[in-house]
């Protein structure tokens, strides 16, 4: 079992920043953020392969989150910019062990570790 920890939630207003960050996601996994706004399904945010070699986030983000990783800290970072409200949910960290640097994982159900959620909410 890998104790993740997401931090880095808030409530803030549309067109703010935030960064989440997610504790225990060290060099030997890939890692995906998730969101679950209530009432909808998970859905994929943005995923980075083990040592950040490749990226790719979501339409609905693009351009406007920015997925990474300090390996150094066993950290990675979700830099989320240009908040709007349809942004609000609870942001999940997930991590999956691979042995190949440039893979990553879009569909949730490819990961073995979750967090607990850090909430987002951006009031317009």
């Known amino acids: 079992q890998v104790p993740l920890v997401e931090s880095g939630g808030d409530s803030v207003q549309a067109g703010g920043s935030l960064r989440l960050s997610c504790a225990a996601a060290?060099?030997?996994?890939?890692m995906g953020w998730f969101r679950q706004a209530p009432g909808k399904e998970r859905e994929f945010v943005a995923t980075i392969s083990r040592k950040g070699l490749t990226t790719y986030v979501a339409d609905s983000v693009k351009g406007r989150f920015t997925i990474s990783r300090d390996n150094t800290k066993n950290t990675g970072y979700l830099q989320m910019n240009s908040l709007k409200p349809e942004d609000t949910a609870l942001y999940y960290c997930?991590?999956?062990?691979?042995?190949?640097?440039?893979?990553?994982?879009?569909?949730?159900?490819?990961?073995?570790?979750w967090g607990q959620g850090t909430q987002v909410t951006v009031s317009s």
């Open positions: 997930a991590l999956r062990r691979s042995e190949i640097d440039q893979s990553v994982r879009l569909n949730s159900r490819d990961y073995e570790y």
């Open positions: 060290g060099r030997t996994y890939i």
